[in-house]
């Protein structure tokens, strides 16, 4: 039998518990995304508490590595010895800094209408030490207004310019910024010649922590991480294009 053929009062009563168990379904939802949340919160606030305690002892180790190494100055060993122990300490501490970054990007955007071009010198500024020592070429030109977050965006510019600087090639490096404004977005592309990036390795290089180089190339493995983090928080996404030789085009949309 069907619906057309029932009772009005069956149709409505079905209609009822139907109704009675997309609402339980809904309550369902809610009450878990409410604990998801929840934890998330607890989370949260257990790594900010758990970053400012660890600061202090690594400020500790590092000031009496400093000590030591004042004190044995003429120890050649000894030296040798507390440069790695401070070394290592002021790599925990950025780790730290960097880790509290990707956590807190997105907690609160602060959008207004920015030259891109102001964004790139900015970046660049924070980089020109590193700039000079290579002969580095930062080349733009024509790059439009975006609604961004502007210090935000300097992050994602200087660790795609420290990447192409750390990984660049036997050739002077050069980084080439461009964008393409559509109906609905603009399209960004930062180039360099550096040592490129092979397909197999172009999502990974986007996950926290993961690292092609090792240690021998400093860093928290967090850069394109948090670059990717902030891409997608303004709504856009990031890709790279690369055949793992001839230098890499990360390209991201900003969404207007």
């Known amino acids: 039998m069907d619906s057309k053929s029932q009772p009005f009062e069956e149709q409505l009563a079905q209609a009822l518990r139907e109704n009675a168990e997309l609402r339980k379904g809904l309550e369902e ?13 607890e989370l949260q606030r257990f790594f900010y508490a758990a970053t400012h305690d660890l600061r202090q002892p690594l400020r500790t180790i590092a000031c009496y590595a400093q000590l030591l190494q004042k ?18 300490a002021h790599e925990m501490n950025t ?27 900015w970046a660049m500024m924070n980089l020109q030490t590193a700039i000079r020592e290579c002969g580095a070429q930062i080349v733009y030109e024509d790059l439009p207004e975006l ?29 080439e910024i461009t964008a393409q404004e559509e109906a609905q977005a603009c399209t960004i592309s930062v180039r360099d010649n550096g040592q490129g990036i092979e397909p197999r390795f172009q999502e990974q290089v986007f996950q926290p922590f993961k690292r092609l180089h090792g240690k021998q190339i400093p860093g928290s493995g967090l850069g394109l991480a948090l670059c990717r983090k902030i891409i997608e928080v303004h709504g856009g996404k990031i890709r790279i294009e690369s055949d793992g ?12």
């Not at 939802?29 to 919160?41: F, H, I, M, P, V």
């Not at 100055?73 to 401070?86: G, H, N, Q």
């Not at 030789?245 to 207007?256: A, I, K, L, M």
């Open 29 to 41: 939802s809610e009450r878990a995304l409410a604990a998801s949340q929840a934890a998330a919160d």
């Open 71 to 88: 004190q044995y100055a003429l120890d050649e060993s000894t030296s040798e010895l507390t440069a790695f122990i401070a070394g290592s």
């Open 245 to 256: 030789e001839h230098g890499s085009v990360f390209r991201f949309t900003v969404p207007f």
């Open 147 to 175: 609604p961004i977050d502007e210090s935000l965006f300097v992050q994602v510019f200087q660790h795609l310019f420290s990447n192409a600087l750390k990984f660049r090639s036997a050739e002077t490096p050069r980084i």
């Open 95 to 121: 780790l730290i800094d960097d880790l509290l970054k990707y956590s807190r990007t997105g907690e609160s955007l602060r959008r207004s209408m920015v030259n891109l071009a102001s964004v790139v010198q």
